[in-house]
Protein backbone atom coordinates (compact mmCIF):
# COMPACT_ATOMS: atom_id res chain seq x y z
CA UNK A 1 0.00 0.00 0.00
CA UNK A 2 1.50 3.17 -1.08
CA UNK A 3 -0.21 6.58 0.57
CA UNK A 4 0.40 9.48 -1.18
CA UNK A 5 -0.14 12.77 -0.06
CA UNK A 6 -1.62 15.34 -2.88
CA UNK A 7 0.40 18.21 -0.86
CA UNK A 8 -0.57 20.56 -4.12
CA UNK A 9 -4.54 19.98 -3.43
CA UNK A 10 -4.08 20.47 -0.21
CA UNK A 11 -2.07 23.53 -0.03
CA UNK A 12 -4.54 25.47 -2.59
CA UNK A 13 -7.17 24.39 0.10
CA UNK A 14 -5.85 26.01 3.09
CA UNK A 15 -5.29 28.73 0.81
CA UNK A 16 -8.88 28.82 -0.65
CA UNK A 17 -10.43 28.33 2.91
CA UNK A 18 -8.06 31.58 4.08
CA UNK A 19 -10.31 33.80 1.47
CA UNK A 20 -13.44 32.86 3.68
CA UNK A 21 -12.30 35.69 6.20
CA UNK A 22 -13.17 39.02 7.87
CA UNK A 23 -10.30 40.61 7.61
CA UNK A 24 -7.53 41.83 5.11
CA UNK A 25 -5.04 38.68 3.77
CA UNK A 26 -2.73 37.62 5.61
CA UNK A 27 -5.21 37.86 8.96
CA UNK A 28 -8.05 35.81 9.13
CA UNK A 29 -11.31 36.13 11.08
CA UNK A 30 -13.97 33.53 10.85
CA UNK A 31 -16.41 33.67 13.81
CA UNK A 32 -18.73 30.90 14.39
CA UNK A 33 -22.36 31.00 12.39
CA UNK A 34 -21.34 34.36 10.43
CA UNK A 35 -22.06 34.23 7.01
CA UNK A 36 -18.57 34.12 6.29
CA UNK A 37 -18.24 30.80 8.74
CA UNK A 38 -21.11 29.57 6.96
CA UNK A 39 -19.93 30.19 3.50
CA UNK A 40 -16.45 28.18 4.37
CA UNK A 41 -18.56 25.37 5.97
CA UNK A 42 -20.62 24.82 2.96
CA UNK A 43 -17.17 24.99 0.66
CA UNK A 44 -15.42 22.34 3.34
CA UNK A 45 -18.81 20.12 3.02
CA UNK A 46 -18.68 20.50 -1.02
CA UNK A 47 -14.92 19.11 -0.76
CA UNK A 48 -15.69 16.06 1.45
CA UNK A 49 -18.83 15.42 -0.93
CA UNK A 50 -16.71 14.98 -3.97
CA UNK A 51 -14.65 12.33 -2.21
CA UNK A 52 -18.03 10.59 -1.82
CA UNK A 53 -18.08 10.99 2.10
CA UNK A 54 -21.02 11.05 3.73
CA UNK A 55 -22.19 13.95 5.41
CA UNK A 56 -24.92 14.74 8.92
CA UNK A 57 -24.49 17.81 10.99
CA UNK A 58 -25.71 18.08 14.46
CA UNK A 59 -27.95 20.75 16.28
CA UNK A 60 -24.96 23.06 16.92
CA UNK A 61 -23.45 22.17 13.83
CA UNK A 62 -20.96 20.26 14.29
CA UNK A 63 -20.44 18.10 10.98
CA UNK A 64 -19.69 14.89 10.11
CA UNK A 65 -17.63 13.74 6.72
CA UNK A 66 -18.20 9.99 6.64
CA UNK A 67 -16.09 7.30 4.82
CA UNK A 68 -18.39 4.23 5.19
CA UNK A 69 -16.21 0.94 6.42
CA UNK A 70 -16.82 -2.47 5.49
CA UNK A 71 -18.34 -2.93 9.09
CA UNK A 72 -20.52 0.17 9.40
CA UNK A 73 -21.97 -0.93 12.69
CA UNK A 74 -18.40 -0.82 14.00
CA UNK A 75 -17.33 2.00 16.27
CA UNK A 76 -15.81 4.89 14.14
CA UNK A 77 -11.78 6.21 13.70
CA UNK A 78 -12.30 9.65 13.92
CA UNK A 79 -10.27 12.57 12.91
CA UNK A 80 -10.58 16.47 12.20
CA UNK A 81 -10.69 19.95 14.09
CA UNK A 82 -12.36 23.24 13.04
CA UNK A 83 -12.41 26.13 10.68
CA UNK A 84 -13.09 29.09 12.74
CA UNK A 85 -10.82 31.39 13.76
CA UNK A 86 -10.28 34.33 16.14
CA UNK A 87 -10.40 37.58 14.89
CA UNK A 88 -6.87 38.92 13.37
CA UNK A 89 -5.60 35.25 13.10
CA UNK A 90 -3.83 33.08 10.77
CA UNK A 91 -4.83 30.41 8.32
CA UNK A 92 -3.71 26.97 10.01
CA UNK A 93 -4.84 26.62 13.36
CA UNK A 94 -7.61 24.00 13.16
CA UNK A 95 -7.71 24.02 9.73
CA UNK A 96 -4.91 21.78 8.82
CA UNK A 97 -6.34 19.50 11.19
CA UNK A 98 -9.50 19.20 9.05
CA UNK A 99 -7.87 20.00 5.44
CA UNK A 100 -5.43 17.60 5.94
CA UNK A 101 -7.58 14.92 7.27
CA UNK A 102 -9.53 15.14 4.39
CA UNK A 103 -6.34 14.91 2.22
CA UNK A 104 -5.42 12.24 4.68
CA UNK A 105 -8.76 10.04 3.55
CA UNK A 106 -8.50 10.70 0.25
CA UNK A 107 -5.06 9.38 -0.09
CA UNK A 108 -6.09 6.29 1.41
CA UNK A 109 -9.01 6.56 -1.13
CA UNK A 110 -6.47 6.92 -4.06
CA UNK A 111 -3.93 3.81 -2.11
CA UNK A 112 -6.82 1.42 -2.24
CA UNK A 113 -7.52 0.99 0.94
CA UNK A 114 -10.92 -0.65 2.36
CA UNK A 115 -11.09 0.37 6.22
CA UNK A 116 -13.62 -2.03 8.42
CA UNK A 117 -13.89 0.63 10.69
CA UNK A 118 -16.23 4.11 8.67
CA UNK A 119 -13.35 6.33 9.27
CA UNK A 120 -14.86 10.12 9.63
CA UNK A 121 -14.07 13.09 9.35
CA UNK A 122 -14.98 16.02 12.00
CA UNK A 123 -15.40 19.99 11.45
CA UNK A 124 -16.14 21.11 15.62
CA UNK A 125 -18.30 23.51 16.34
CA UNK A 126 -16.62 26.98 17.74
CA UNK A 127 -13.39 25.64 19.03
CA UNK A 128 -12.54 29.21 19.54
CA UNK A 129 -14.15 31.19 22.35
CA UNK A 130 -14.65 34.44 20.36
CA UNK A 131 -18.29 34.50 19.78
CA UNK A 132 -19.71 32.44 23.03
CA UNK A 133 -17.10 32.79 25.70
CA UNK A 134 -16.63 29.20 25.77
CA UNK A 135 -13.91 27.15 23.75
CA UNK A 136 -14.81 23.66 22.07
CA UNK A 137 -18.90 24.17 22.61
CA UNK A 138 -19.38 21.48 19.84
CA UNK A 139 -16.76 18.65 21.12
CA UNK A 140 -17.94 19.48 24.96
CA UNK A 141 -21.61 18.51 23.92
CA UNK A 142 -20.76 15.26 21.88
CA UNK A 143 -18.45 14.46 24.77
CA UNK A 144 -21.38 15.70 27.67
CA UNK A 145 -18.68 17.63 29.50
CA UNK A 146 -21.33 20.23 28.71
CA UNK A 147 -24.97 19.49 28.97
CA UNK A 148 -27.77 20.95 26.79
CA UNK A 149 -29.57 22.95 29.41
CA UNK A 150 -26.30 24.72 30.40
CA UNK A 151 -25.51 25.15 26.85
CA UNK A 152 -28.93 27.18 26.10
CA UNK A 153 -28.01 29.84 28.52
CA UNK A 154 -25.06 31.05 26.81
CA UNK A 155 -25.57 33.81 24.95
CA UNK A 156 -23.67 35.76 22.22
CA UNK A 157 -21.38 39.12 22.81
CA UNK A 158 -24.37 40.69 21.94
CA UNK A 159 -26.62 38.72 23.86
CA UNK A 160 -28.39 36.98 21.66
CA UNK A 161 -29.09 33.50 23.26
CA UNK A 162 -27.44 30.05 21.10
CA UNK A 163 -30.38 28.74 20.20
CA UNK A 164 -31.70 31.82 18.17
CA UNK A 165 -28.09 32.12 16.77
CA UNK A 166 -28.02 28.38 15.87
CA UNK A 167 -31.49 28.43 14.03
CA UNK A 168 -30.74 30.95 12.18
CA UNK A 169 -27.73 29.30 11.35
CA UNK A 170 -29.80 26.71 9.53
CA UNK A 171 -29.16 24.39 12.65
CA UNK A 172 -32.59 23.68 14.53
CA UNK A 173 -32.28 19.90 15.99
CA UNK A 174 -32.40 19.36 19.60
CA UNK A 175 -28.79 20.21 21.40
CA UNK A 176 -30.24 16.60 23.79
CA UNK A 177 -29.31 15.20 20.81
CA UNK A 178 -25.55 16.30 20.24
CA UNK A 179 -23.78 14.11 22.67
CA UNK A 180 -22.88 10.78 21.18
CA UNK A 181 -23.10 7.49 22.31
CA UNK A 182 -20.53 5.51 24.81
CA UNK A 183 -18.40 3.39 22.05
CA UNK A 184 -19.04 5.81 19.22
CA UNK A 185 -15.32 6.25 18.83
CA UNK A 186 -12.82 3.66 18.33
CA UNK A 187 -10.22 6.17 18.33
CA UNK A 188 -9.78 9.94 17.69
CA UNK A 189 -6.79 11.44 16.28
CA UNK A 190 -6.03 15.38 15.63
CA UNK A 191 -3.70 16.55 13.43
CA UNK A 192 -3.48 20.65 14.34
CA UNK A 193 0.39 22.80 13.87
CA UNK A 194 1.61 23.29 17.32
CA UNK A 195 1.44 26.53 18.40
CA UNK A 196 4.73 26.33 20.02
CA UNK A 197 8.25 26.78 19.01
CA UNK A 198 9.84 23.65 20.37
CA UNK A 199 9.63 21.43 17.27
CA UNK A 200 11.04 24.38 15.01
CA UNK A 201 14.02 24.51 17.94
CA UNK A 202 14.69 20.97 18.33
CA UNK A 203 14.53 20.43 14.81
CA UNK A 204 11.80 17.72 14.78
CA UNK A 205 9.75 17.14 12.05
CA UNK A 206 6.40 16.12 14.00
CA UNK A 207 5.31 16.22 18.00
CA UNK A 208 3.51 13.61 19.03
CA UNK A 209 1.25 14.61 21.85
CA UNK A 210 1.35 12.96 25.26
CA UNK A 211 -0.93 15.31 27.25
CA UNK A 212 -3.44 18.16 26.76
CA UNK A 213 -3.18 21.06 29.42
CA UNK A 214 -5.91 22.26 31.48
CA UNK A 215 -7.75 25.23 30.53
CA UNK A 216 -10.06 27.78 32.87
CA UNK A 217 -11.65 31.20 31.75
CA UNK A 218 -13.40 33.86 33.73
CA UNK A 219 -15.14 36.91 33.07
CA UNK A 220 -14.11 39.70 35.86
CA UNK A 221 -16.62 42.58 35.99
CA UNK A 222 -15.57 45.71 37.56
CA UNK A 223 -17.71 48.98 38.81
CA UNK A 224 -16.28 51.63 40.06
CA UNK A 225 -17.63 55.51 39.31
CA UNK A 226 -17.00 57.22 36.05
CA UNK A 227 -16.91 61.08 36.04
CA UNK A 228 -14.88 64.01 34.78
CA UNK A 229 -11.38 63.43 34.16
CA UNK A 230 -10.71 67.16 35.02
CA UNK A 231 -12.95 67.33 37.73
CA UNK A 232 -13.15 64.56 39.86
CA UNK A 233 -9.64 64.66 42.10
CA UNK A 234 -7.50 61.97 42.19
CA UNK A 235 -8.43 61.15 46.03
CA UNK A 236 -12.13 61.06 45.44
CA UNK A 237 -11.77 58.88 42.75
CA UNK A 238 -12.91 54.70 42.04
CA UNK A 239 -11.53 54.34 38.74
CA UNK A 240 -12.38 50.80 37.45
CA UNK A 241 -9.70 50.80 35.24
CA UNK A 242 -7.13 51.14 37.73
CA UNK A 243 -8.64 48.47 39.78
CA UNK A 244 -8.56 46.26 36.55
CA UNK A 245 -4.76 46.99 36.24
CA UNK A 246 -3.71 46.08 39.11
CA UNK A 247 -5.50 42.66 38.69
CA UNK A 248 -4.45 42.25 35.42
CA UNK A 249 -0.29 42.38 36.79
CA UNK A 250 -1.27 40.00 40.50
CA UNK A 251 -2.48 37.45 37.86
CA UNK A 252 0.72 37.95 35.79
CA UNK A 253 3.00 37.63 38.81
CA UNK A 254 1.01 34.38 40.24
CA UNK A 255 1.66 32.56 36.94
CA UNK A 256 5.07 33.64 36.94
CA UNK A 257 5.95 32.97 40.35
CA UNK A 258 4.26 29.20 40.18
CA UNK A 259 7.32 27.46 39.57
CA UNK A 260 6.68 25.75 36.53
CA UNK A 261 6.75 26.56 32.34
CA UNK A 262 3.82 24.80 32.00
CA UNK A 263 1.76 27.78 34.21
CA UNK A 264 0.11 30.43 31.77
CA UNK A 265 -1.97 33.22 32.46
CA UNK A 266 -3.92 35.89 30.19
CA UNK A 267 -5.88 38.66 30.17
CA UNK A 268 -6.63 38.80 26.53
CA UNK A 269 -10.18 41.22 26.84
CA UNK A 270 -10.28 44.28 28.80
CA UNK A 271 -13.34 46.53 27.63
CA UNK A 272 -13.48 49.80 28.92
CA UNK A 273 -16.78 51.68 29.66
CA UNK A 274 -17.73 54.33 28.79
CA UNK A 275 -14.19 54.53 26.95
CA UNK A 276 -13.63 57.97 26.38
CA UNK A 277 -10.82 60.12 27.15
CA UNK A 278 -11.59 62.31 29.45
CA UNK A 279 -13.87 60.73 31.27
CA UNK A 280 -13.10 58.31 34.53
CA UNK A 281 -13.79 54.14 33.38
CA UNK A 282 -16.40 53.16 35.45
CA UNK A 283 -16.77 49.82 34.49
CA UNK A 284 -14.59 46.98 33.27
CA UNK A 285 -15.24 43.80 31.95
CA UNK A 286 -11.99 41.86 31.77
CA UNK A 287 -11.62 38.04 30.15
CA UNK A 288 -9.08 35.61 32.06
CA UNK A 289 -8.24 32.40 30.82
CA UNK A 290 -5.37 30.60 33.27
CA UNK A 291 -4.17 26.95 32.05
CA UNK A 292 -1.40 24.60 33.42
CA UNK A 293 -0.74 20.76 32.76
CA UNK A 294 -0.82 20.53 36.34
CA UNK A 295 -4.76 21.06 38.38
CA UNK A 296 -3.51 22.27 41.28
CA UNK A 297 -1.31 24.63 40.01
CA UNK A 298 -3.55 25.78 37.97
CA UNK A 299 -6.27 26.28 40.82
CA UNK A 300 -3.55 28.07 43.07
CA UNK A 301 -3.50 31.18 40.32
CA UNK A 302 -7.47 30.83 40.16
CA UNK A 303 -7.11 31.41 43.80
CA UNK A 304 -4.95 34.20 43.97
CA UNK A 305 -7.06 35.56 41.31
CA UNK A 306 -10.24 35.32 43.41
CA UNK A 307 -7.79 36.76 47.04
CA UNK A 308 -6.81 39.56 44.71
CA UNK A 309 -9.97 40.75 43.83
CA UNK A 310 -11.42 41.13 47.45
CA UNK A 311 -8.27 43.00 47.82
CA UNK A 312 -8.75 45.82 45.26
CA UNK A 313 -12.13 45.61 45.81
CA UNK A 314 -11.47 46.91 49.84
CA UNK A 315 -8.63 48.93 48.89
CA UNK A 316 -10.74 50.93 45.89
CA UNK A 317 -14.00 50.67 46.86
CA UNK A 318 -14.92 49.45 43.56
CA UNK A 319 -17.47 46.35 43.38
CA UNK A 320 -15.58 43.29 42.07
CA UNK A 321 -17.61 40.14 40.27
CA UNK A 322 -16.04 37.11 39.01
CA UNK A 323 -17.87 34.31 36.52
CA UNK A 324 -15.70 31.12 36.25
CA UNK A 325 -16.81 30.36 32.96
CA UNK A 326 -14.86 27.14 32.70
CA UNK A 327 -12.25 24.60 34.37
CA UNK A 328 -11.25 21.54 32.62
CA UNK A 329 -9.09 19.01 34.09
CA UNK A 330 -6.27 17.92 31.94
CA UNK A 331 -6.07 14.79 29.79
CA UNK A 332 -3.69 11.93 29.05
CA UNK A 333 -3.63 11.08 24.86
CA UNK A 334 -3.81 7.14 24.78
CA UNK A 335 -0.36 5.53 25.15
CA UNK A 336 -1.45 2.52 21.95
CA UNK A 337 -2.56 5.36 19.54
CA UNK A 338 0.55 7.17 20.63
CA UNK A 339 2.88 4.31 19.66
CA UNK A 340 0.72 3.91 16.23
CA UNK A 341 1.57 7.51 15.24
CA UNK A 342 5.46 6.66 16.08
CA UNK A 343 5.52 3.93 13.85
CA UNK A 344 4.19 5.60 11.02
CA UNK A 345 6.41 8.35 11.99
CA UNK A 346 9.65 5.84 11.66
CA UNK A 347 8.01 3.71 8.63
CA UNK A 348 9.11 7.18 6.54
CA UNK A 349 12.11 8.60 8.62
CA UNK A 350 10.29 11.07 10.23
CA UNK A 351 11.68 12.56 13.46
CA UNK A 352 9.13 13.59 16.11
CA UNK A 353 9.46 14.64 20.06
CA UNK A 354 6.58 13.55 22.74
CA UNK A 355 5.43 17.01 23.59
CA UNK A 356 2.79 18.76 25.36
CA UNK A 357 -0.30 20.14 24.42
CA UNK A 358 -0.44 23.91 25.76
CA UNK A 359 -3.36 25.13 24.00
CA UNK A 360 -6.67 22.73 24.32
CA UNK A 361 -8.52 21.57 21.40
CA UNK A 362 -11.42 19.41 20.71
CA UNK A 363 -9.53 16.41 21.44
CA UNK A 364 -9.42 17.13 25.23
CA UNK A 365 -12.93 16.64 25.27
CA UNK A 366 -13.20 13.74 23.12
CA UNK A 367 -10.99 12.03 25.17
CA UNK A 368 -13.79 12.07 27.50
CA UNK A 369 -15.72 9.38 25.44
CA UNK A 370 -12.90 7.68 23.32
CA UNK A 371 -8.83 7.34 23.16
CA UNK A 372 -7.67 10.18 21.96
CA UNK A 373 -3.91 11.63 20.59
CA UNK A 374 -2.68 14.54 18.67
CA UNK A 375 -0.23 15.02 15.52
CA UNK A 376 1.72 18.23 16.01
CA UNK A 377 3.10 19.73 13.15
CA UNK A 378 5.74 22.71 13.44
CA UNK A 379 4.82 26.36 12.87
CA UNK A 380 7.13 28.99 11.84
CA UNK A 381 8.64 30.63 15.11
CA UNK A 382 5.75 29.02 17.39
CA UNK A 383 3.49 32.30 16.00
CA UNK A 384 -0.09 31.56 16.01
CA UNK A 385 -3.49 33.48 16.65
CA UNK A 386 -1.86 36.10 14.24
CA UNK A 387 -2.00 36.47 10.87
CA UNK A 388 2.08 35.19 10.65
CA UNK A 389 1.31 31.92 11.76
CA UNK A 390 2.59 29.65 8.92
CA UNK A 391 3.56 25.87 8.52
CA UNK A 392 5.88 24.81 5.64
CA UNK A 393 3.51 22.54 3.00
CA UNK A 394 6.60 19.74 3.47
CA UNK A 395 5.73 19.83 7.48
CA UNK A 396 2.06 20.02 6.51
CA UNK A 397 2.15 17.02 4.32
CA UNK A 398 4.03 15.12 6.40
CA UNK A 399 1.65 15.53 9.11
CA UNK A 400 -0.94 14.50 6.53
CA UNK A 401 0.79 11.49 5.81
CA UNK A 402 1.56 10.32 9.00
CA UNK A 403 -1.66 11.07 10.25
CA UNK A 404 -3.07 8.94 6.71
CA UNK A 405 -1.25 5.86 7.95
CA UNK A 406 -2.47 5.75 11.80
CA UNK A 407 -6.02 6.04 10.51
CA UNK A 408 -5.46 3.14 8.13
CA UNK A 409 -4.12 1.05 11.02
CA UNK A 410 -6.25 2.07 13.82
CA UNK A 411 -9.17 1.22 11.28
CA UNK A 412 -7.91 -2.08 9.70
C1 LIG B 1 -7.39 27.33 21.40
O1 LIG B 1 -7.46 28.04 20.45
C2 LIG B 1 -6.70 27.75 22.58
O2 LIG B 1 -6.88 28.93 22.97
O3 LIG B 1 -5.91 26.96 23.13
MN1 LIG C 1 -7.01 28.67 18.11
MN1 LIG D 1 -6.99 25.13 17.08
Request: with cysteine; glycine share 8%.
Amino acid sequence: MKIAIHHERLNSEIEALAAFSDADPPAVTRVVFTSTDLRARAWVKARCEDAGLTIRQDAIGNTFARWVGSNPTAPVVGTGSHIDAIPNAGKYDGVTGVLGGLEAIRALQGAGVHPRHSIELLIFTSEEPTRFGIGCLGSRLLAGTLSAGAAKKLTDNDGTSIDEVRRKAGFSGELEQVMLPSGYFKAFVELHIEQGALLEREQKHLGLVERIAAPASLRVLIEGAGGHAGGVLMSDRRDALCAAAEIVLAIEHAARSSGAVDTVATVGICDVFPGAVNSIPAKVRLGVDIRDTDLLRRDRVMRVLDEVCHAVSAKRQVSIHSELLNADAPTDCAPAIVATLAQACEKHGFTFLPVTSRAYHDSLFISQIAPVAMLFIPCRNGYSHRPDEYASPEDITRGALVLAETLATLAA
